[in-house]
């Protein structure tokens, strides 16, 4: 089955600055990887994702890169602030764009420093 | 639409107690799913339905555990007996064509 790395565990960044958090997969079938952002004590919750056929999506602050190659894909968050501070999960499936057989990384504490 | 509704929200129980979870998903998505939350282990699928037919319940733990459902706005996840290492909050999401929504999940504490 898919086994999905998530680097790092915790992250902390000064206000203002970049954060990049990675992720690596093992299916090659893998074709859709979402990210999730879950605030403390809530749901996680969809922030972005990407299919296969692309290499970069973005939106406003956020985007992510993938990498089908190498198997990796990543989050960048620029000009972070402190409603960024969560815990963010990768993800990948190969059921195309569903939600079917989504494996988890174990997750990223992005701690934003004011 | 309020979203994918869990009950109970917080549950505290001893060992060896029946837990029973509770799930109403979105109306019109089609497939629900049953997840495990620890600092551990992360976010584990335990169980999913595709048109309330269990598609996989391979990340079940063990016969403690049990899922249904029978019919297309609710779910029930059952956990009989129940042990202190059951302690995690269980999440309820469904799906339509793509994005997995979470419900707000049921904190369960084994005592």
């Known amino acids: 089955g898919e086994n999905v790395e998530q680097h790092p565990s915790t992250l902390s960044v000064q206000e203002g600055d970049s954060a990049v958090i990675k992720c690596t997969y093992s299916?090659?079938?893998?074709?859709?990887f979402p990210w999730y952002k879950q605030e403390l004590g809530k749901r996680p919750q969809l922030i972005i994702d990407i299919r296969s056929n692309v290499g970069e999506k973005k939106d406003q602050r956020i985007a992510v890169t993938l990498n089908k190659t190498a198997k990796h894909f990543s989050l960048h968050i620029t000009e972070t602030q402190p409603e960024d501070s969560a815990v963010y999960f990768c993800?990948?499936?190969?059921?195309?764009?569903?939600?079917?057989?989504?494996?988890f990384g174990k997750g990223t504490h992005l701690i934003i420093q004011p | 639409d309020a979203g994918v509704i869990q009950s109970p929200r917080h549950e505290v129980t001893e060992m060896g107690q029946e837990v029973t979870l509770r799930c109403k998903p979105i109306s019109g998505h089609n497939s629900l799913f049953w997840y495990r939350q620890t600092m551990m282990r992360g976010l584990e699928l335990l169980i999913y339905?595709?048109?309330?037919?269990?598609?996989?319940d391979s990340g079940m733990p063990e016969d403690r555990f049990s899922a249904k459902m029978p019919n297309a706005s609710f779910s029930t996840l059952k956990i009989q007996p129940s042990e202190p290492r059951d302690s995690a909050v269980y999440f309820c999401?469904?799906?339509?064509?793509?994005?997995?929504?979470f419900g707000e999940g049921s904190r369960l504490t084994v005592l």
């Open positions: 993800a990948a499936s190969s059921s195309g764009g569903g939600a079917d057989g989504l494996t």
């Open positions: 999401a469904s799906s339509g064509i793509g994005e997995l929504f």
């Open positions: 339905f595709n048109n309330n037919v269990p598609i996989d």
């Open positions: 299916d090659s079938a893998s074709n859709y």
